[in-house]
Each structure stands twice: as C-alpha cells, then as structure tokens.
T-cell receptor
Framework: KAGVTQTPRYLIKTRGQQVTLSCSPI?????VSWYQQTPGQGLQFLFE???????NKGNFPGRFSGRQFSNSRSEMNVSTLELGDSALYLC?????????????????FGPGTRLTVT | AQKVTQAQTEISVVEKEDVTLDCVYE???????LFWYKQPPSGELVFLIR??????QNEISGRYSWNFQKSTSSFNFTITASQVVDSAVYFC?????????FGAGTILRVKS
C-alpha cells in the first residue's frame, strides 16, 4: 500500500506570496492532518480534515487554510507569506477522524514539504 | 491543557548499549493515547508504538519496549542493543480528539 505523498517536496517563495501544498493520504484513510515543524516551535498541529470537513484547528492565523476533496486528498494554503512561515510542513493520514472511535488510530506521516520564505 | 515533556535534548550511546527515552505528559482527559514516533534525517515521521490510557501493561516488541505509568504520567521508551540506524530524533506524542501534541523531541546518536 502506498504511503502518504506530499508535493512539492521543496519550495522557495518570497515574502508576501502565497503557496499551496498538496497531500494524498493512504488509500482508504479519510482523515488528513497538517503539522508545522520549526526548530524553535517544534511540531505544531495546524488542522485536521475528515470527510471534507475541518474538524480541528490549531492556533495559527487565518493566513493558514486548507481543504479536503472528495477523494480525501488535501491541500494547505498559506497566504501573504512571512519569513517565520519557513518550516517543514507535514501531512498525516489516519483511518478515522476525531472522536473516541478514531482516537486510537495512529497517524501516518508523509515526507513533508520544506518551505523556505526569503 | 495537554502537554508533553521530553527532558532529554540529546543522548549519545555506543552501539549495542541500551537506551531509554523519557516522556512525561499532562492531560485532564481520562481517555487518551500515547505514541512514539521516530524522525530519521530524511524527515518523515515513522510510527513506532501506541499505548492507550486504559492499558498500563508494558510490552516488548523486538528491540523496543515501553514503560507506561499513569501514576507518574510517564511513557518511557527503551531501545535494547542500539544500532547506528537507530540514530534519529524521537518524539513522544499525546493524542486527544484527532490532534497530536508532540514533545520537543530527543536526538539519539548511536556511535559505532
């Protein structure tokens, strides 16, 4: 079974631009979560989508948004990029979403998209 | 609030030594799951082990074992007979809802 795929793997953008990152979950997985990893803040939860609906959201500004399509693929968008947005963005998929039924299901992570903002 | 603390920033061992990675968590939830993930230099987080809040039985899986103690809110992870390929950053994580809260990570360096 193919793992979680993320595109692109590397991206360089300029301050003020916007960027869209893509994630394809493991086949059959309906939940997709996004995380930001930086040396200073570590791994932080951005948001989670399940069946095309955002179920959870982390403490990030509105410049960070996402969506999920009917095939469970997800995109994350960051508008008006800032230098501090430079990070590794990780996507994770799991079989089920929020709630006790899905609590025990592990999340499988993709290789990440390394975004550099100059 | 949920929080995960990994007090060990970096650990260096020589190959074949046993190494234990510490993890302390905070949560008010009665139902939660704890995970360990490994992040090799390639960057991809790899799922290692999972433990739920109802089951304090400690287990061994190959060279990995873990010690979960609710009384001290700890979920320590041990690698027996470490190998160079075990060198990576190890993250302990607490899951509630479908959100993972990660610790800061412990860098493990295994020298040959």
């Amino acid at each position: 079974k193919a793992g979680v795929t993320q595109t692109p793997r590397y991206l360089i953008k300029t301050r003020g631009q916007q960027v869209t990152l893509s994630c394809s979950p493991i086949s059959g997985h309906r939940s997709v979560s996004w995380y930001q990893q930086t040396p200073g803040q570590g791994l932080q939860f951005l948001f989670e989508y399940f069946s095309e609906t955002q179920r959870n959201k982390g403490n990030f500004p509105g410049r960070f948004s996402g969506r999920q399509f009917s095939n469970s693929r997800s995109e994350m968008n960051v508008s008006t990029l800032e230098l501090g947005d430079s990070a590794l963005y990780l996507c994770a998929s799991s079989l089920l979403g929020a709630g006790l039924a899905g609590l025990g299901y592990e999340q499988y992570f993709g290789p990440g998209t390394r975004l550099t903002v100059t | 609030a949920q929080k995960v603390t990994q007090a060990q920033t970096e650990i260096s061992v020589v190959e074949k030594e046993d190494v234990t990675l510490d993890c302390v968590y905070e949560t008010r939830d009665t139902t939660y799951y704890l995970f360990w993930y490994k992040q090799p230099p390639s960057g991809e987080l790899v799922f290692l082990i999972r433990r739920n809040s109802f089951d304090e039985q400690n287990e061994i899986s190959g060279r990995y074992s873990w010690n979960f103690q609710k009384s001290t809110s700890s979920f320590n992870f041990t690698i027996t007979a470490s190998q160079v390929v075990d060198s990576a950053v190890y993250f302990c994580a607490l899951k509630y809802g479908n959100k993972l809260v990660f610790g800061a990570g412990t860098i493990l360096r295994v020298k040959s």
